[in-house]
């Protein structure tokens, strides 16, 4: 049982608490091959989707998990809810207790928000991704996906590669596999590498390595996961072109075709065909990215009953 | 009970789901954890008999317990494997102990979201009495007295080492 009432990031969770969530879902992937893919485990409960960011597959993801457990599951976003009137974050968190709610999964531009929202609720409270912070439930399910196919999370080469300045995958990740012991090379372009990143991870600092060269870093990796450009967060410039951001930093088939040959690609979505991935890459035979929306579902159910089962 | 008569034992409840069954195939499904070795062992000896292997699975009832909310310790859900199409077949659940007859509930539940099975019937090594739900095994290995303050524990070589069953006080 997770001794705690919520899922804030990977950097405080144990290697035996995120052992025991892949091992819970696990267990659950099966419930979605059914033919009726719905167990009663969750009735009664309320799970209320709270997102401020535009999502797709998070959402739905989470709520697809909490229905196939049979729990309530409501959506608000920013745009239809009171927070377009000026309602405050805290407030909306005490409404939405106040109804009884019994978890919140909660994604918010402000790095911190679901840590603010946790003092404050009964809720359980499941951080969905909060600014460049954590995507926790992300990193759980990328490490879902590696051990589904290296068969283990230790020792392995991991390169983390483009947008790492606004990414939270990429610092969720990076916790979580620095835990096991796996190196994790982040790759990015000077400018969007932020100064002292290879820091976040105090206790494991000797597996994280940063590289400007992708060439470097994918010939003898283990796992590539290429990371989205995040465009709407960026009010500056940040690099000359797309092409030329693609020419250096996207995965090219002749890129992907200098790596090792039993590697798997991953991306988080939604990819940005012909920036960070070219196309033939991501439907190509190496990449993982759908085993990976498939696995979130059976991760967020293993979640979602653990926090809220019993 | 001792290694010998619970081989002995498990044997004869297979010959009397197959007389039971007036040779139809069955499917043995064996709820987590020491029904899934039982299911197996009986599937075994009923191979021998018939020269077919029937088809096993494995169920687990986690998700469908009445008293998720009660329990102090959350339950460690382990693998379900129900073979597809068992839609109009004839199904066996086997248990290692019969008791309250509450996580036959739960696995009657839970089967029937795999479908509409033409039968489900039930094997259990121990029925220790005590029922709290209209619920009675077709198959028995053994029906003992016991009081509510006691444990019965099943013990499998696949899971423990040995076979044996106890009786124990509860402590």
């Known amino acids: 049982m997770l001794k705690r009432k919520d899922l804030l990031g990977i950097q405080d969770l144990s290697r035996e608490e995120i052992l025991q969530i892949l091992d819970t879902a696990e267990s659950f992937q099966e419930v979605s091959t059914r033919p009726i893919k719905k167990v009663p485990t969750l009735r009664g409960k309320t799970v209320i989707n709270l997102f401020f960011e535009a999502s797709t597959r998070t959402r739905t993801s989470f709520e697809i998990a909490g229905k196939r457990l049979s729990a309530d599951v409501i959506n608000i976003s920013s745009s239809n809810s009171s927070v377009s009137k000026g309602e405050t974050l805290i407030d909306t968190a005490k409404t939405l207790d106040a109804m009884a709610a019994d978890c919140v999964v909660i994604r918010h531009s402000a790095s911190g928000a679901p840590h603010t929202l946790s003092r404050l609720t009964k809720a359980s409270i499941i951080n969905g991704g909060d600014g460049a912070h954590e995507h926790p439930t992300q990193a759980l399910l990328d490490a879902y996906t590696i051990r589904q196919h290296k068969g283990r999370l230790n020792d392995l080469k991991v390169a983390i590669i483009g947008d790492v300045s606004h990414s939270r995958v990429a610092r969720s990740n990076t916790h979580l596999l620095t835990k096991f012991g796996t190196h994790v090379w982040l790759c990015a372009a000077p400018t969007l590498m932020p100064v002292g990143v290879e820091k976040i991870v105090c206790e494991n600092a000797e597996f994280v390595h940063l590289s400007h060269s992708m060439d470097e870093v994918v010939h003898d990796a283990d796992v590539v996961m290429m990371l989205r450009v995040q465009f709407e967060r960026m009010n500056e410039s940040f690099f000359p072109s797309v092409r030329e951001y693609f020419r250096y930093y996207g995965l090219t088939t002749a890129r992907a075709e200098r790596a090792k040959s039993d590697v798997i690609i991953m991306h988080p979505g939604p990819m940005n065909r012909g920036v960070e991935i070219a196309t033939e890459v991501a439907d190509g035979p190496y990449s993982v990215i759908l085993d990976q929306v498939s696995a979130g579902v059976a991760v967020r159910m293993a979640i979602l009953y653990l926090l809220l089962g019993g | ?171």
Request: glycine letters at 6%; a negative charge.
């Open chain 2, 1 to 171: 009970m001792n290694g010998d008569e619970v081989t002995a034992t498990l044997n004869r409840m297979a010959d009397e789901i197959l007389k039971a069954n007036s040779g139809r195939p069955v499917v043995l499904i064996g709820i987590q954890r020491r029904g899934v070795p039982m299911a197996r062992r009986m599937a075994i000896h009923i191979a021998e008999q018939t020269q077919r292997e029937p088809q096993i699975g494995t169920l687990d009832i986690n998700l469908y317990r009445d008293d998720l909310t009660r329990v102090a310790s959350q339950p460690v859900v382990q693998k379900t494997e129900v073979p597809p199409n068992i839609d109009d077949r004839d199904v066996v659940l086997v248990d290692d102990v019969l008791y309250t007859g509450r996580t036959i509930r739960a696995a009657l539940d839970a089967l029937c979201d795999f479908g509409r099975m033409r039968t489900i019937q039930l094997a259990a090594l121990i029925d220790r009495g005590h029922r709290e739900l209209p619920i009675e095994a077709n198959f028995v290995g053994k029906k003992i007295t016991t009081k509510d303050s006691e444990v019965v524990e099943v013990r499998l070589r696949e899971i423990d080492a040995e076979d044996a069953i106890y009786v124990m006080e509860k402590i």
